[in-house]
């Protein structure tokens, strides 16, 4: 077991339902076009498979998917949109659970490395997916680039949503790199919020780049979008791939 937080009952039922943006085809679109092109015509799978919200529309497009989820809970809702034939599960955690067989496409999305809150949990992460992957295959994440630069002196909160139903705001631990998310979000008509908070630890671009290398992977592209848009210094996100050297 990893120091990933284990999300609980509660939080799977309502997961779907409160990730509607994020499962919407402007934004599953452009994923899965991204990802079902790197599997090509090999297999794919998915570290923290979660509900499926990737995993199960790129089972559609036709690509061959498994996944690695660490909460049964979230498996279950998983398996209740797409049957263990089609998009088998192995319960675990994503930083040593193995899956049988090679894979043209291992990836880690919605800043879901994160959840690994140690740097050597992340590296194990990093391994592992080499492991799993055939010579020639890549790796995937999804990431935030930590909003450290919205820190004023002596500042460790930054806000990231304020709406009519939801507060969302960070907080920083800099020198751990530890980032804790907090929410609260109105729950019913009735004037009640309900708080929850995550604990995530935050990695650059290059440390993940230095975790790559420790496991035998190389940088291969690194964009700001699913749509392929260039990565500058004010991009809020990366894509990044790394690829599994085929060896003569």
């Known amino acids: 077991m990893t120091s990933s937080e284990l999300w609980t009952r509660a939080t799977a039922d309502r997961y779907d ?3 509607t943006e994020m499962s919407s085809a402007a934004v599953l679109g452009p994923t899965v076009a991204f990802l079902a092109e ?5 297999r794919a799978l998915e570290f ?12 559609e497009r036709g690509v061959p998917v498994a996944g690695i989820e660490l909460s049964e809970h979230m498996a279950a809702a998983l398996r209740r949109k797409i049957g263990e034939d089609m998009l088998p599960v192995v319960i675990g955690d994503m930083a040593t659970t193995v899956v049988p067989g090679e894979f043209a496409l291992v990836y880690l999305v919605y800043n879901t490395i994160s959840n690994l809150l140690t740097q050597d949990e992340q590296v194990e ?3 592992n997916a080499a492991r ?3 010579p020639g295959g890549r790796f995937v994440i999804e990431l935030g680039v930590p909003p450290l630069r919205f820190l004023p002196p002596g500042q460790v909160a930054v806000p990231f949503d304020v709406s ?12 751990e790199q530890i980032l804790v998310s907090h929410h609260l979000t109105a729950d019913g008509d ?4 309900r708080r929850d908070a995550s604990r995530h630890r935050y990695a650059w671009p290059a440390e993940l780049d230095l975790m790559a290398r420790i496991a035998g992977l190389e940088l291969e592209r690194r964009v ?7 990565f500058t210094q004010e991009s809020a996100k990366h894509i990044s791939v790394w690829r599994k050297p085929v060896r003569a």
């Not at 700001?224 to 848009?229: E, K, Q």
């Open 164 to 175: 009519e139903r939801h507060l969302g705001f960070d907080t920083f631990d800099l020198v």
């Open 17 to 19: 339902a409160e990730e």
């Open 224 to 230: 700001a979008d699913w749509d392929g848009s260039p």
């Open 38 to 42: 790197l599997a090509a015509e090999g």
């Open 48 to 59: 923290a498979v979660g509900t499926g919200r990737v995993g199960v529309p790129l089972r």
């Open 125 to 127: 992460c990093f391994r």
């Open 132 to 134: 799993h992957l055939e």
């Open 190 to 193: 009735d004037g009640r919020y």
